[in-house]
């Protein structure tokens, strides 16, 4: 553990007056503003992101590296958050993280009404795959520009780059950290996943890895784009939540 403080989660400013509460993660270099815009936009549920020292308005602060670190200070900080029904979104490394926040709840009572995990590969995938921590600046800079996380004129900025290169290799660290406990029981949740269609050729093999480690029935959709369609199709991609939060949330 670093010396930083406590991680906290933000509600944008907002109060909590909805019945339900959606915690939304980010993806690897990004903060809790990639969900500011969806703040009072799904219908009958509060958004609410964590803020990860050294991303995002914290961005000045020690970034923490490991996961099961990162997993244990989200699920402390959530704790006094639980009043209300509680669904997660999480994005790529967001979507890992909203995962094991979700099984993390369900073991201590508090099991999620809805969980929606997009442009994320299945627990097993990911914890068995390659890791990419020895990348040079260059091979992650081609890496950034190929996947159209980061604009072509900021990744030529040099001094930009400087700020925002430790932050992502922080957040691939955390899931380079990661390893699945085969013997953790199911999440017994609905799960919702999204996908990339020019990222995903086998959404079947998506579902049945998936289904390995949730018991809760599945529905999987496809969005325009690679990776990132999250942000390239960002308004079908919040239809899409206030659809599976309206018709999944409330199921027990």
């Not at 670093?2 to 400013?13: A, I, K, Q, V």
């Not at 900025?157 to 400087?162: A, I, R």
């Not at 925002?164 to 999440?187: F, G, H, I, K, T």
């Not at 199709?233 to 919040?238: E, I, K, P």
Request: charged residues 25%; glycine residues 8%.
């Amino acid at each position: 553990m670093t010396g930083s403080p406590r991680l906290t989660y933000t509600t944008f400013r907002r109060p909590l007056t909805q019945p339900r509460r959606l915690f939304c993660f980010p993806y690897a270099g990004g903060g809790e503003n990639l969900y500011r815009d969806w703040a009072g936009r799904v219908p009958g549920a509060d958004v609410v992101a964590p803020r990860f020292a050294g991303r995002g308005s914290r961005f000045t602060e020690p970034a923490e590296t490991d996961f099961a670190a990162v997993l244990d200070e989200l699920v402390q900080a959530i704790e006094p958050l639980l009043n209300a029904e509680i669904a997660l979104f999480g994005h790529s490394l967001g979507g890992l993280l909203a995962f094991e926040v979700g099984r993390s709840l369900a073991a201590r009572g508090h099991r999620p009404a809805l969980l929606i995990v997009s442009g994320c590969a299945a627990p097993r995938v990911i914890s068995s795959a390659p890791k990419a921590r020895d990348l040079s600046e260059i091979a992650l800079r081609a890496e950034l520009a190929e996947f159209g996380l980061i604009p072509r004129e900021a990744l030529e900025n040099d001094q930009l780059m400087d700020l925002l290169l430790p932050v992502l290799r922080a957040d691939l660290d955390v899931q380079n950290s990661y390893r699945v406990d085969p013997a953790a029981p199911p999440l017994d949740c609905p799960l919702h996943l999204y996908y990339g269609s020019d990222e995903v050729a086998e959404p079947d093999r998506l579902r049945r890895t998936w289904a390995e480690v949730v018991s809760g029935p599945i529905d999987v959709s496809d969005f325009p784009g690679g990776h990132f369609f999250v942000n390239s199709a960002r308004q079908d991609v919040l239809a899409a939540v206030c659809t599976s939060i309206a018709r999944t949330t409330g199921v027990r």
